[in-house]
């Protein structure tokens, strides 16, 4: 196992263009959790799934936001008409019951213009 | 609420030791992470304290002091490396992390 994995590193898009961030967990961890991340700030949780099931979501999740982990393996996130305050690192972790140190993916930075 | 608190920037020279403190409020207490953050990268985990006391790993110690609602980090030999941001995290009662906005720690020669 290689650790959590997000695709892609880098995002420039448009601002009013969808989006859609990957991230694999490994393997045995049931959590999985998406944050936002802005320059000199700490992560900001937005969402998380224990296997399929999205457990909780950030009140600052707008409805242009939306997060899927189908079969409890991989988890997607989409951001649909992308403002440019959605410019930031997108981190994604995945834990074992939540117990335990978080892993961290390398991050999706994404770049509204 | 929820809250943790840590300074934002703290300076240190080479070779000398630094102490980062945290303060927390949470629903409930699983616990008090400490992750090191170097700039466009993703966290990385340092240390994870539950009991009141001192764990040492290395150059590196975190304290926990339940009752206070208080914790630091000690790192001493400080290399340049370990210019980065150092973020205080507190593991609520639904095993949630609740993230401080880190320090940046700035090493000079």
């Known amino acids: 196992d290689t650790g959590v994995s997000q695709n892609p590193r880098h995002k420039i898009t448009k601002r009013g263009q969808n989006v859609t961030f990957r991230c694999d967990p490994i393997?045995?961890?049931?959590?999985l959790y998406w944050y936002r991340q802005t320059l000199g700030q700490g992560p900001e949780f937005l969402t998380y799934?224990?296997?399929?099931?999205?457990?909780?979501k950030s009140r600052l999740l707008s409805d242009r936001f939306s997060a899927e982990r189908p079969k409890g393996s991989f988890s997607t996130l989409e951001i649909q008409r992308t403002e440019q305050g959605d410019s930031a690192m997108y981190l994604c972790?995945?834990?074992?019951?939540?117990?335990?140190?978080?892993?961290f993916g390398s991050g999706t930075r994404l770049t509204v213009v | 609420g929820q809250n943790i608190d840590q300074p934002t920037e703290m300076t240190a020279t080479e070779g000398a030791i630094v102490q980062i403190n945290c303060t927390y409020q949470?629903?409930?207490?699983?616990?008090l992470f400490w992750y090191q953050q170097h700039a466009g990268e993703a966290p990385t985990f340092l240390s994870y304290?539950?009991l009141d006391g001192l764990e040492e790993k290395g150059r590196f110690s975190s304290f926990l002091s339940r009752s206070k609602g208080y914790s630091y980090l000690l790192l001493k030999e400080l290399q340049m490396k370990d210019s980065a941001s150092y973020l205080c995290?507190?593991?609520?009662?639904?095993?949630?992390?609740?993230w401080g906005a880190g320090t940046k720690l700035i090493i000079k020669p």
């Open positions: 972790a995945s834990s074992n019951q939540g117990r335990g140190g978080y892993t």
């Open positions: 393997s045995e961890h049931n959590r």
């Open positions: 799934f224990q296997n399929e099931a999205q457990l909780e």
């Open positions: 949470t629903s409930g207490f699983n616990g």
């Open positions: 304290n539950v």
């Open positions: 995290a507190g593991l609520d009662s639904n095993y949630q992390l609740i």
